[in-house]
């Protein structure tokens, strides 16, 4: 399933409203759609390098406004889904470690989250949830998934299809690799600070 579903994000790319799919695509990825908008941001690029930072403005904003959505949903469903979910599948004890967590490092998740493979749209949601500062939630999807989507353009502006292969195959380890260095220097300023 999963793997039709990608071929199908595959086939919009290549779609007279390649576009407006792409946008589709990147807001409900970060609300509830498995798929990440890379794999059909990549593709789009690679066809029209052209408008390579066009179509990361288009990603990077349907993404934010999706995870405007996700906040949306999780700010105002937690007392009524978000608790009996939790409780349906037993992750209490996860979620109140996770809200510990969250409660010391809010946006900086966020950011971390929108930049890294972490799935964005856990952490949309789980804003929601805890009611982070919304503007600081806003902030940090902008500049976090900004990032990301412009480094892809950038990336593939620059070496057009002979680095296609080349970021598909390490843009993941690559992005988990600075959100670690990101997460270790966020942690360390934190405790120094205090």
Known sequence: MFRQLYNQVLHLAAHPRAELALFIVAFVESSFFPIPPDMMLIP????NQKR???YAFICTAGSVIGGIFGYSIG???YDTIGK???AFYGLQES???LADWYSNFDVYIVAVAGFSPI???VFTLFSGFMQANFVCFVMASILSRGARFFLIAWLL???GVSLKGWVETNLYPLTMAASIVLIFTIVLVKYIAQ
């Open 95 to 97: 979620f109140n470690t």
């Open 44 to 47: 789009m690029i690679i066809v």
């Open 119 to 121: 799935p964005y749209k």
């Open 75 to 77: 700010l105002f469903a």
């Open 84 to 86: 009996t979910a939790i």
């Open 157 to 159: 502006w620059r070496g």
């Open 52 to 54: 390579a930072f066009r």
